[in-house]
């Protein structure tokens, strides 16, 4: 840190005054980057805000796209300042400016690293919400007739097989839950109505999971009925043998996403965060 006063010649500071133009321009690309990186995380995060229970997940992009708004005004200004620099009489004019400038500077600078490293610290809060979101989607999975849930089944079906996942948790879940619609149950098949009586909430569950989890790569065909019944199937073993459905959970799956995601986003932020520091260092020096 520099403790006396730095005296520059015209000529030297009209070349300092040129570099510091020149950063304060590329800091205002750096923050149209950061606003797009938000902005695709907000679209990202909608794209599946249906199996997220509504929380503070927007607020990194939404702080994301304010730093890089921001950003952008600041070093405009910055960089309208270092142009004026090379002329006295231009620069007197911004002398009473200067210091609320670099105030500015700072703070800008501290809410960039703040960005960062809520880009590394959201994954509990997105964890939860896509618990919950999750778990509520499958219930409404069979709803196709009901406004506002009619959508869900084909979000789900999609959901999996594009992430190659099964259920919430895993595809145990589907069993817990009555996935297929009535309106395509026979009621009067008497299999069907014992199925309905034999668990306390009257629901229709099977050790079944929808097509949209069975794994397209598997050699067999999709067991994806009476998956724990090894009489049901010809050679075939429920403990053994591979399934050829997917393993993985639709939550750890989305996760791992958005953690990739959000890690390639913080990381960038943070390189930013790094020039701004220096590029702030030098604008001291003016």
């Known amino acids: 840190m520099a403790v006396l006063k730095v005296k520059f010649s015209k000529t030297r500071r009209g070349k300092l005054a040129q570099v ?6 590329i800091s205002v690309v750096t923050g149209l980057i950061i606003f797009s990186l938000g902005l695709y995380l907000k679209i990202e995060i909608k794209k599946r805000s249906e199996f ?3 929380g503070n997940i927007q607020s990194v992009p939404n702080m994301l796209i304010a730093v890089g708004t921001i950003a952008c005004i600041i070093n405009f200004f ?8 090379s002329d006295a009489n231009k620069f007197s004019r911004w002398k009473l400016f200067m210091l609320p400038y670099i105030i500015c500077t700072f703070f800008f600078t501290f809410c960039v690293f703040a960005g960062a490293i809520m880009c590394y610290t959201m994954r509990n809060e997105l964890e939860s ?23 869900l089944k084909t ?5 999996q097989i594009e992430f190659q996942c099964c259920g919430n948790n895993g595809f145990r879940d589907w069993f817990e839950i009555q996935w297929i619609s009535v309106r395509y149950l026979d009621m009067s098949s008497k299999e069907t109505v014992d199925r309905f009586k034999s668990n306390v909430d009257g629901k229709y569950l099977l050790d079944g999971v929808p097509f949209s989890c069975c794994n397209p790569n598997s050699p067999r065909p999709c067991i994806q009925y009476q998956i724990t019944n090894n009489s049901a199937h010809y050679n075939y073993d ?11 959970g639709c939550r750890q799956a989305l996760l791992e996403y958005y953690d990739n995601l959000m890690h390639s986003i913080g990381l960038t932020v943070l390189l930013v965060w790094l020039f701004e520091v220096m590029q702030g260092r030098k604008s001291t020096t003016i």
């Open 238 to 248: 429920y403990l053994s043998e591979e399934l050829n459905i997917w393993i993985r």
């Open 78 to 85: 910055g960089g309208k300042i270092c142009y004026d620099c």
């Open 20 to 25: 510091l133009w020149i950063l304060n321009w």
């Open 129 to 151: 919400a896509l618990y919950r979101g999750l778990k509520d989607a499958l219930r409404y999975y069979k709803d196709t007739d009901i406004p506002g849930r009619c959508f």
């Open 52 to 54: 997220m229970l509504s």
């Open 155 to 159: 979000a789900i079906d999609l959901l």
